[in-house]
């Protein structure tokens, strides 16, 4: 699936014509196209539906998402709620994307109410894991500026010579000798521009008579009267002639789709128009200005031309204010003009040149799983799985909240482990409202049900029923019973446990999953413009190669399971053959024996970290390497290296970190930091969901192998 952004240099450079035009020709090149605008930006005339879809659905039968609102846009960028939009957005987009080869997104145009668009922007790209087309136009520039205002808006991604930007349509060519002669004389200020680096993907000359807006149009953005509506509604405006002058000298301008705009007391001028109508020139119309309105006897006489279709208007400005207004209008296609839009759709196509989008977007391509898509996937696949998860630290006030927020979207049922008149208490307190449904367990009156299951456990270690109940006191140990037993699907504990508190009594009671001798665990790197998996960072202190390589192979199973591609790079400080030592040796051996325990599997090490994660620095290192510069799961040597990079990487770059999701368990046990803020607990949450409904998934294909065989 690809995913091509439209990305306007600039206002009015006919941005969504040109997305209609690239659907048509993508679609007559044989692929299923999609269409998605993210954000809606309404003129102040339109009402309802955004005006992007409303044209992309009746000209091209396209079944889009609704936007989000710009109030709802502005509020949340007010509110520091980024990350809560772009999850909206995916959302949506996702919508948009079903079963579709490509979709075409198109961007925020910046104007002086929507500044921040060249911000959003390249926020929309990187959510959607978008490839960008630049949409440029020359206006009033001249060849210079309008090359450095390409250059500038492909900076905002990276700059032209960036892999996801792909090149630019030229919208609007107006030259004397014609498109091929403008580009090359464009591509002088511009060189990259047709070279491989950055495409031409079309060319377009304007085209006055698919600009023209129809009477009605003109009439409906001026707020004109009504006098006569005549042919309005098929009538367009290809000219405008202000009539100053005699009558004489205004016949050589009666022409085909002209609008005559003259002031209300002109009855010569009106006498005119309406000779010239009966004479078969189908003028635009007739727009009276002023305080004077026509003589209605003039307008009896003028009769037969009005019922011949002649539309007559008429607005209390001046003739100059009038024609200040009118050369200021907002020409873009109205949504209901679907002749208009049907004729620009199919001119555009034309003067596109989509056979290098063809050839690219016919090619599978690995997507790069960003931060909001993760999110987004994360709480909708929980919301699916519709999992029972016990929480031990069911009287933390941030554990109740999550919990309540769980609850109320539906990511899990959450069972919280503590005195309901206590929960009811810290609720009140905190602001915390309980959803209908939230399990609230006292673990007093619950505990004696779990001693006798708890002793056949332990039997081989000794554990009297004394014992289990002096352990079951521990809201961390009754709660990993539940799980043992399948009471719950999984357990989420930590804001005020220990990571061993946590951790020691999975290890008694569920133990590790079959094939696996250890635990390990992942967090899960929200990047700006991609997730990352790095692992070990909080379990295993010094493991050896083999405790490593299953580390590597444990890694590799949660990132599939949360939705990325893995590609695993273990790393070191060395890279390849280059060094040797024990710790690099260690990460060799490693490397070899995950290879042969997964031969599918992409792995290589040792790596350095900026040749498993910087393309350019992976292929002067590695450059026979499936894994190198383009890493997406990073298993480091120990514990110190792994939990030192991620809380560098996490605090220097501000990224958020979602774990530890500890892995090698047979049910999912997850980990809290114990600085954990609400979100953390929200999304921890769903990690264990997920792992659930993947582990029951992955025993119910264990199941059919083994009734096959």
Do not use: W
């Not at 209609?20 to 196209?33: N, S």
């Not at 309980?434 to 004696?448: K, Q, V």
């Amino acid at each position: 699936m690809h995913t091509l952004f439209l990305a306007p240099t600039g206002f009015g450079v006919g941005l969504n014509s040109v997305s209609l035009g690239l659907i048509r020709a993508l679609e007559q090149a044989g692929l299923k196209v999609g269409f998605f605008k993210p954000i809606a930006q309404p003129f102040p005339v339109d009402q309802g539906r955004e005006r992007s879809c409303l044209l992309a659905e009746r000209a091209l039968g396209q079944h889009t998402p609704e936007p989000l609102s710009l109030q709802q846009v502005e509020r949340q960028l007010a509110d520091g709620e980024v990350d809560l939009m772009l999850e909206d957005v995916v959302s949506r987009y996702q919508q948009a994307a079903a079963g579709k080869d490509v979709v075409i997104v198109e961007g925020m145009v910046p104007t002086r109410e929507s500044d921040y668009a060249a911000r959003i922007n390249p926020l929309l790209c990187k959510s959607l894991d978008a490839e960008i087309i630049l949409i440029a136009a020359q206006g009033s520039d001249s060849l210079k500026q309008m090359a450095e205002r390409i250059e500038i808006q492909a900076q905002l991604f990276g700059g032209a010579k960036d892999p996801k930007v792909l090149g630019a349509v030229i919208n609007k060519i107006n030259s004397e000798d014609g498109a091929p002669a403008f580009i090359e004389r464009l591509k002088a200020q511009l060189p990259v521009l047709g070279s491989s680096d950055f495409q031409l993907l079309g060319a377009i000359p304007f085209a006055a008579e698919l600009n023209a807006l129809r009477t009605r149009d003109i009439t409906e953005l001026l707020g004109a009267q009504v006098i006569n509506a005549g042919e309005a509604d098929q009538r367009r405006v290809n000219k405008i002639v202000l009539c100053a002058r005699t009558v004489p000298n205004t016949v050589q301008l009666l022409q085909p789709g002209v609008l005559v705009v003259t002031p209300g007391d002109r009855d010569d001028v009106i006498l005119a128009a309406c000779l010239a109508s009966l004479n078969g020139i189908k003028l635009a119309g007739v727009l009276l200005t002023g305080e004077f309105g026509p003589d209605p006897r003039i307008m009896e006489l003028c009769k037969a031309a009005l019922d011949g279709g002649l539309p007559v208007m008429s607005v209390t400005t001046g003739s100059y204010d009038t024609a200040t207004s009118l050369f200021g209008l907002n020409r873009e296609t109205p949504a209901d003009d679907i002749e208009r839009a049907s004729r620009v759709t199919d001119f555009i196509a034309q003067h596109l040149h989509p056979e290098y989008l063809h050839t690219r977007c016919s090619v599978p391509r690995e997507l790069r799983l960003s931060p909001p898509a993760f999110r987004y996937q994360l709480v909708k696949r929980a919301q699916e799985a519709n999992k029972r998860i016990v929480l031990p630290e069911g009287n933390e006030p941030r554990t109740i909240r999550a919990a309540a927020i769980c609850q109320e979207r539906g990511i899990a049922r959450c069972v919280l482990l503590a005195r309901p008149d206590e929960v009811a208490a810290i609720a009140s307190e905190q602001g915390i409202t309980l959803p209908a449904g939230l399990e609230i367990l006292d673990p007093d009156s619950i505990r004696a049900q779990y001693v006798g299951p708890m002793v056949e456990m332990r039997k081989s270690k000794g554990l009297t029923p004394e014992m289990a109940d002096e352990q079951l006191k521990d809201t961390v140990v009754l709660g990993t019973m539940m799980l043992a037993l399948d009471e719950v699907d999984g357990l989420v504990s930590g804001a005020v446990h220990t990571t061993a508190n946590t951790i020691r009594p999975a290890l008694q009671l569920i133990k590790t999953a079959p094939g696996y001798n250890l635990v390990s665990s992942v967090f899960f790197m929200l990047l700006p413009d991609q997730v990352l998996v790095y692992g070990d960072c909080a379990v295993n202190p010094n493991p050896n190669a083999t405790e490593l390589a299953e580390i590597a192979l444990q890694s590799a199973e949660s990132a599939v399971a949360l939705g990325v591609h893995p590609r695993v790079a273990m790393i070191s400080y060395s890279t390849g053959d280059s060094g040797s030592g024990a710790e690099v040796d260690k990460v060799r051996e490693a490397t070899r024996i995950a290879r042969e325990r997964s031969p599918g599997l992409p792995i290589d090490g040792p790596l350095q970290y900026d040749a498993a994660s910087v393309l350019s620095v992976g292929k002067q290192k590695a450059p026979n390497s499936l894994v190198a510069g383009q890493a997406t799961v990073f298993v480091f040597p120990d514990l110190n290296t792994g939990n030192t990079t991620y809380k560098a990487v996490q605090r220097s770059a501000s990224v958020i970190s979602v774990g530890p999701m500890l892995q090698g368990l047979a049910k999912p046990v997850n980990d809290l930091s114990r600085g954990a803020l609400v979100d953390d607990i929200v999304f921890t949450i769903a990690l264990t969901a997920l792992q659930a409904a993947s582990m029951a998934e992955q025993k119910k294909k264990e199941q059919g192998l083994l009734i096959e065989a």
